[in-house]
């Protein structure tokens, strides 16, 4: 099992930055991959950013320049440093682990809300 939990959403002006991060705990050693994801009222779960154990990274295309992910593996933490951010980054923020050893499974914090005013 892995338990997730993110901290630090809130509320922000348009063009301001913030910082979310994910303390990870439990069966550590079986995450292949970790990422962010987003759902805004009334839309899909998207995904922003993803890091491997590798540590290669993705970007979906409305975070790619603005968005960087990255881990501390001596704070069994993720972050997702966000800049520029626009009214329309706002929603709830998920952190995601992925365990593709069998049982494969994605394992998912609470979530954290991100609000981005005009």
């Known amino acids: 099992q892995v338990q997730l939990v993110e901290s630090g959403g809130g509320l922000v002006q348009a063009g301001e930055s913030l910082r979310l991060s994910c303390a990870v705990s439990?069966?550590?050693?079986?995450?292949?991959?970790m990422g962010w994801y987003r759902q805004a009222p009334g839309k899909k779960r998207e995904s922003v950013a993803t890091?491997?154990?590798?540590?290669?990274?993705n970007y979906g295309s409305s975070v790619k320049g603005r968005f960087t992910i990255s881990r501390d593996s001596a704070k069994n933490s993720v972050y997702l440093q966000m800049y520029s951010l626009k009214p329309e980054d706002t929603g709830v923020y998920y952190c995601?682990?992925?365990?593709?050893?069998?049982?494969?499974?994605?394992?998912w914090g609470q979530g954290t809300q991100v609000t981005v005013s005009s």
């Open positions: 439990g069966s550590i050693s079986s995450i292949n991959a």
């Open positions: 995601s682990a992925d365990q593709l050893k069998f049982p494969s499974r994605t394992y």
């Open positions: 890091i491997t154990i590798g540590g290669s990274t």
